[in-house]
Antibody, heavy 124, light 109 residues
Framework: QVHLVQSGGGVVQPGRSLRLSCAASGFTFSDYAMYWVRQAPGKGLEWVTH????????YYADSVKGRFTISRDNSKNTLYLQMNGLRPEDTAVYYCARVSERYTSSSVGALGFWGQGTMVTVSS | QSALTQEGSVSGTVGQKVTLSCTGSTNNIGSYTVGWYQQISHGAPKTVMFGNSLPSGIPDRFSASKSGTTASLTISGLQAEDEGDYYC???????????FGGGTKLIVL
């Protein structure tokens, strides 16, 4: 059974940093691309970033490029999101997610499993 | 403004069949697999379909299809517990990113 358990998050002042973690179990972590998706209060889902199977390729939304860094440790089955230079508009619930199918490039935008979410509040 | 367009709200009665749509372009829906997600009471999203595949544990009253640049999610035999927000997503090759629809609020009357 697939489980994605998130940790990190909280309240942080503008300009500061925060790191989110997502521990995976129930599947071969290194076989799947992994994602971070966020949802601002009262808004819809927004893709933030994702990383390829071995961490070689990273993709970012323009809104976070240069400030956020995604990484993964396949030996620990864990996904990370390092968030630097946080802004009030980064306030959201952040979800980690796994791609739906492995080894299929056409499915890169279809997500299969989601973590429980963690709230990040950027406020002075 | 989302790259994928969904209805703002759709309503139906228990037992009815409803269809939600997700309209995009040849750069996204026309070329890539679409995922559909259910979000109830602002909880974590749950994947209800990806492509034509039904994830384990999702009832078979959920189905999906795609025609050109429009994807559809159909719920046959609507149940009260299906009420919530539904989102679609896929890859967009022109944006080099994952795009989501704005979401459809499904109301079960």
């Amino acid at each position: 059974q697939v489980h994605l358990v998130q940790s990190g998050g909280g309240v942080v002042q503008p300009g500061r940093s925060l790191r989110l973690s997502c521990a995976a179990s129930g599947f071969t972590f290194s076989d799947y691309a992994m994602y971070w998706v966020r949802q601002a209060p009262g808004k819809g889902l927004e893709w933030v970033t994702h990383v390829s199977l071995d961490g070689t390729y990273e993709y970012y939304a323009d809104s976070v490029k240069g400030r956020f860094t995604i990484s993964r440790d396949n030996s620990k089955n864990t996904l990370y999101l390092q968030m630097n230079g946080l802004r009030p508009e980064d306030t959201a619930v952040y979800y980690c997610a796994r791609v739906s199918e492995r080894y299929t490039s056409s499915s890169v935008g279809a997500l299969g499993f989601w973590g429980q979410g963690t709230m990040v509040t950027v406020s002075s | 403004q989302s790259a994928l367009t969904q209805e703002g709200s759709v309503s139906g009665t228990v037992g009815q069949k409803v269809t939600l749509s997700c309209t995009g372009s040849t750069n996204n829906i026309g070329s890539y697999t679409v995922g559909w997600y259910q979000q109830i009471s602002h909880g974590a999203p749950k994947t209800v379909m990806f492509g034509n595949s039904l994830p384990s544990g999702i009832p078979d009253r959920f189905s999906a299809s795609k025609s050109g640049t429009t994807a559809s999610l159909t719920i046959s035999g609507l149940q009260a517990e299906d009420e919530g927000d539904y989102y679609c997503s896929t890859w967009d090759s022109s944006l080099s990113g994952v795009v989501f629809g704005g979401g459809t609020k499904l109301i079960v009357l």
